[in-house]
């Protein structure tokens, strides 16, 4: 137990360079304005499941991005996202299956920034796909550590199945809206993006991004 509790780490990079994801990511999928659908959702996970916390995360090239979100630490809701190193749902992404923790204060798979910081113990996330690419989760989240039934598993993902459909209608209406030419150009925009922002990655305090700057992040994301 000492040699596993020695490995735990702020903050792992399980996913590294996928460039290809991102042009799973349209303008709609990062809109910021709540989607009615998709936090009904999330609002249920948490019921059926019963945690304080449940998400939709659509997980970035340097971001997780709350689609949705249920219970929150009001820090984290504002923000609407971490960096993609501290997050347990790029495992998800990774492993393209669900990813459960039962008690991550002592799981040495996953960073411990947010445990550290806002109590996370336990998680069960559903990969979510939007352009036939794994593009998140559907997760759920305690602040105690406990081990998920099959009959939740199998609960959530049937929601994640909703998700799923809510993310491929709003695919839809981004092709309805924009041309191929505008797609094809998500991913240089992208790159420019990463670069105009390096300042404020730099600055980001023990390389942690502020809310703030996060938030602003965000906002240009979403613009692109």
Do not use: W
Request: aromatic share 4%; glycine share 4%; hydrophobic share 45%.
């Amino acid at each position: 137990m000492d040699r596993q509790m020695d490995q735990l780490v702020d903050s792992i990079d399980a996913l590294g360079p996928r460039p290809e994801r991102h042009t799973a990511f349209t303008g709609e999928l990062l809109a910021e304005v709540e989607d009615e659908a998709l936090q009904s959702i999330v609002e249920q996970a948490a019921r059926d499941l019963s945690t304080p916390i449940a998400m939709v995360n659509l997980v970035l090239a340097e971001i997780q991005f709350f689609k949705a979100h249920y219970g929150l630490p009001p820090d984290l809701a504002a923000a609407r996202g971490t960096e993609r190193d501290v997050s347990f749902c790029q495992f998800v992404v990774r492993e393209g299956e669900p990813f459960e923790v039962i008690n991550a204060e002592q799981d040495a798979r996953v960073p411990q920034h947010l445990v550290k910081h806002h109590g996370i113990r336990s998680y069960l996330g559903i990969p979510v796909v939007a352009n036939d690419v794994i593009v998140g989760s559907l997760c759920v989240i305690d602040f105690e550590p406990r081990e998920f039934s099959e009959e939740e598993r199998r609960i959530l993902k049937n929601l994640a199945d909703l998700v799923n459909r809510r993310l491929a209608t709003l695919s839809e209406r981004h092709e309805q809206l924009r041309s191929s030419l505008v797609g094809q150009a998500a991913v240089p925009a992208l790159a420019e993006l990463r670069e105009t922002l390096a300042p404020i990655q730099a600055g980001a305090a023990a390389g942690r991004m502020t809310t703030a700057a996060l938030a602003s992040f965000l906002r240009l994301l979403i613009r692109t």
